[in-house]
T-cell receptor, first 110, second 113 residues
Framework: QKEVEQNSGPLSVPEGAIASLNCTYS??????FFWYRQYSGKSPELIMFIYSNGDKEDGRFTAQLNKASQYVSLLIRDSQPSDSATYLCAVSSNDYKLSFGAGTTVTVRA | DADVTQTPRNRITKTGKRIMLECSQT?????MYWYRQDPGLGLRLIYY???????NKGEISDGYSVSRQAQAKFSLSLESAIPNQTALYFC????????????FGPGTRLTVL
């Protein structure tokens, strides 16, 4: 069983602050790493993907990957109320299946 | 128009009934997946298909079956629905390749009474 664990929430941050989300995974053969955002009652939406060690920035989002530590993170800078959602970490190995974490719920306080 | 569609969007049924959930996609992707989501348990894979002739069980396939009618269509059936199959069901697609970026449909909320 491939395990993906996320830091337990909920995470509450003030508007304009940085939200930091963490994820660890058990399968060392994992190759692709994803962050999905899910609003309540809606479907997961892919917001970031990363395949190589290091940082990847896209707008206010930065994904960080450290394969040696089996760790992937997501930073949300200048958090907005519209960022309030559940964030799902997903990991893919060479079997082309995704394993998901349980999610971290983020609330941005105005 | 949405790239991945699911029908119905909501369904209430009774124990023992047969239910079919349908998924269609216009993304041209070869791979299709069915997941269920329960509060606090995240997304769990039910079945997946890498092409029309390829069907594979996921981690929670008991009580479910699937049919891949075409590249663009993948249906999930509950042969005899039971209350613990009450959940949110999602279809997802991805293109061939190693990166496996998956794109989700809007979901079907199923309630079994």
């Amino acid at each position: 069983q491939k395990e993906v664990e996320q830091n337990s929430g909920p995470l509450s941050v003030p508007e304009g602050a940085i939200a930091s989300l963490n994820c660890t995974y058990s399968d060392r053969g994992s190759q692709s790493f994803f962050w999905y955002r899910q609003y309540s009652g809606k479907s997961p939406e892919l917001i970031m993907f990363i395949y190589s060690n290091g940082d990847k920035e896209d707008g206010r989002f930065t994904a960080q990957l450290n394969k040696a530590s089996q760790y992937v993170s997501l930073l949300i800078r200048d958090s907005q109320p519209s960022d309030s959602a559940t964030y799902l970490c997903a990991v893919s190995s060479n079997d082309y299946k995704l394993s998901f974490g349980a999610g971290t719920t983020v609330t941005v306080r105005a | 128009d949405a790239d991945v569609t699911q029908t119905p969007r909501n369904r209430i049924t009774k124990t023992g009934k047969r239910i079919m959930l349908e998924c269609s996609q216009t993304k041209g992707h070869d791979r299709m997946y069915w997941y269920r989501q329960d509060p606090g348990l995240g997304l769990r894979l039910i079945y997946y298909s890498f092409d029309v002739k390829d069907i594979n069980k996921g981690e929670i396939s008991d009580g479910y079956s699937v049919s891949r009618q075409a590249q663009a269509k993948f249906s999930l059936s509950l042969e005899s629905a039971i209350p613990n199959q009450t959940a949110l069901y999602f279809c997802a697609t991805s293109e061939r390749g190693i990166r496996n970026e998956q794109f989700f449909g809007p979901g079907t909320r199923l309630t079994v009474l």
